[in-house]
T-cell receptor, first 111, second 112 residues
Framework: GQSLEQPSEVTAVEGAIVQINCTYQ??????LSWYQQHDGGAPTFLSY????GLEETGRFSSFLSRSDSYGYLLLQELQMKDSASYFC????????????FGTGTKLQVIP | ETGVTQSPTHLIKTRGQQVTLRCSSQ?????VSWYQQALGQGPQFIFQ???????GRGNFPPRFSGLQFPNYSSELNVNALELDDSALYLC???????????FGPGTRLTVL
C-alpha cells in the first residue's frame, strides 16, 4: 500500500517563500502530484513530477527525489489567496495507476 | 470546454437509506475516479472506471458501487448508509494517460 506524510499546518507571511514537504512509502511509484484546495472548494492540480528534479510553474515549484521517497512544493511571493490546503498525491505504477492522497497541509498566509 | 460537474450539491439522508451521486466528466476524458473526503482529511480513493469498467478499487465495502456510461458520465451508489458515510464525495476525470485529474465541485452528503 501507500502512505504519505506532510505537515498538518504551516503559517507564512505574505511575500515570503514557503516549502511544504512530503515523504511517501509506496509499493510501486509512478509520480508525485500536488493539489491545492480552498475551503469549500474542489482540489485543483498544481504540478506533477515523475523524474528527479525541480519543475517550475510560475510562483510554484515542485521537487522530487525518488531515491529519498521525498518531494516538496515551493511557493514563492506568497499571496493571501494562497491560503488553502495542499495535498501531495502518489500515482501508482500498478495497472490502473491509482492516486493516493496525503492528509494535506493547511497553509495560512498572514499579512 | 465544459469542466467536471456533479449533482446534487448537497444531500441529507438517514441511516439505512440509499443514495446515488452523479458526475459528468470533462469532454474527452475516459477515466473517472471517485473519492470520499472527510472533514480535515485528504481525498480517499473509492474506485476508478475506465471505458465503463471498474478497473481499480480502494478499501471501501461492496455497498459502495458505481457505473460509467458510454458518454463517460458516472454514478456512485451507496447502500445502507451509515453515519460515517457523511463526507464530501468528489469525482475526478482524466484522459487514460493523463497526469492531471480534474475534480468536480463535490457532493456534500450528510447522514443523520
Amino acid at each position: 500500500g501507500q502512505s504519505l506524510e506532510q505537515p498538518s499546518e504551516v503559517t507564512a507571511v505574505e511575500g515570503a517563500i514557503v516549502q511544504i514537504n512530503c515523504t511517501y512509502q509506496t509499493s510501486g511509484f509512478y509520480g508525485l502530484s500536488w493539489y491545492q484546495q480552498h475551503d469549500g472548494g474542489a482540489p485543483t492540480f498544481l504540478s506533477y513530477n515523475a523524474l528527479d528534479g525541480l519543475e517550475e510553474t510560475g510562483r510554484f515549484s515542485s521537487f522530487l527525489s525518488r531515491s529519498d521517497s521525498y518531494g516538496y512544493l515551493l511557493l514563492q511571493e506568497l499571496q493571501m489567496k494562497d491560503s488553502a490546503s495542499y495535498f501531495c498525491a502518489v500515482r501508482d505504477r500498478g495497472g490502473y495507476q491509482k492516486v493516493t492522497f496525503g492528509t494535506g497541509t493547511k497553509l495560512q498566509v498572514i499579512p | 470546454e465544459t469542466g467536471v460537474t456533479q449533482s446534487p450539491t448537497h444531500l441529507i439522508k438517514t441511516r439505512g437509506q440509499q443514495v446515488t451521486l452523479r458526475c459528468s466528466s470533462q469532454s474527452g476524458h475516459n477515466t473517472v475516479s471517485w473519492y470520499q473526503q472527510a472533514l480535515g482529511q485528504g481525498p480517499q480513493f473509492i474506485f476508478q472506471y475506465y471505458r465503463e469498467e471498474e478497473n481499480g478499487r480502494g478499501n471501501f465495502p461492496p455497498r459502495f458501487s458505481g457505473l460509467q456510461f458510454p458518454n463517460y458520465s458516472s454514478e456512485l451508489n451507496v447502500n445502507a448508509l451509515e453515519l460515517d458515510d457523511s463526507a464530501l464525495y468528489l469525482c475526478a476525470s482524466r484522459t487514460s494517460g493523463g497526469n492531471e485529474q480534474f475534480f468536480g465541485p463535490g457532493t456534500r452528503l450528510t447522514v443523520l
